[in-house]
């Protein structure tokens, strides 16, 4: 039997945070970083950024192999809703972002670059 940690993550769980000003700040973000000297010769250009509407915040990975994890993981996360909301009171959640980094141990080989929270 395999161990769990050299399986793959199967699942996230994640908050959208795509709106329109958050898209409007991805696109002046794309525009600042083509219109740097030399960013098409290293690579940069349009097609390289996410379109604004997948944005989101992850906030956990998991491994659910069966149905029986998928269903379980399911009834935790509806579970926690109300939680969840009356954390919320209605109001939007908000974040302090902390800086650009990417995953990979080699830059230049970096499929995925994140905002830091």
């Not at 973000?29 to 940069?44: D, I, R, S, W």
């Not at 579970?79 to 990417?102: E, F, I, N, R, Y």
């Amino acid at each position: 039997m395999l161990s769990g940690r050299t399986l793959d993550y199967t699942h996230f769980l994640s908050l959208p945070l795509s709106n329109k000003q958050t898209a409007a700040k991805l696109k002046e973000f794309q525009q600042q970083v083509l219109a740097q000297p030399g960013a098409q010769e290293k690579g940069f250009e349009p097609s390289i950024f996410v379109d604004a509407a997948s944005l989101h915040l992850t906030l956990l990975m998991l491994k659910l192999y069966s149905d029986a994890a998928r269903h379980k993981a399911a009834t935790v996360l509806q579970g926690l809703a109300p939680q969840v909301q009356a954390l919320l009171g209605g109001q939007p959640l908000l974040l302090q972002l902390a800086g650009l980094d990417h995953m990979s141990d080699d830059p230049s080989d970096m499929h995925v670059a994140y905002l830091k929270v």
